[in-house]
């Protein structure tokens, strides 16, 4: 079992930058990638980045250029630095993990970009 708790969220202005952390706890021996989703009002769960153990990362079309996502293997951490926040990023952010088991969710943080 894989426990997920994310940090950093909160209220930022167009323009402005946040960074998100997770940590992942529990029993199990290596995860096969890290990442984030985020989940809008009245939208559906998407992917906006995710790094693999091997280092390899993808990032949503929207996000590129913007997010940087970065991870410690060794501490089962993933961060999520968000710069030039746009009000369309502004939604729950999920931290998110997977292993053989499956996939892992965390409770969620909430990015508001407003003025």
């Known amino acids: 079992q894989v426990h997920l708790v994310e940090f950093g969220g909160g209220l930022v202005q167009p323009g402005g930058s946040l960074r998100l952390s997770c940590a992942a706890s529990?029993?199990?021996?290596?995860?096969?990638?890290m990442g984030w989703y985020r989940q809008a009002p009245g939208n559906e769960r998407e992917l906006v980045a995710i790094?693999?153990?091997?280092?390899?990362?993808r990032y949503a079309d929207s996000v590129k250029g913007r997010f940087t996502i970065s991870n410690e293997n060794a501490n089962h951490k993933v961060y999520l630095q968000m710069n030039s926040l746009k009000p369309e990023d502004a939604a729950v952010y999920y931290c998110?993990?997977?292993?053989?088991?499956?996939?892992?969710w965390g409770q969620g943080t909430q990015v508001s970009v407003s003025s």
């Open positions: 998110s993990a997977s292993d053989y088991h499956g996939r892992y």
């Open positions: 790094v693999t153990i091997h280092g390899s990362t």
């Open positions: 529990g029993s199990f021996s290596s995860l096969d990638d």
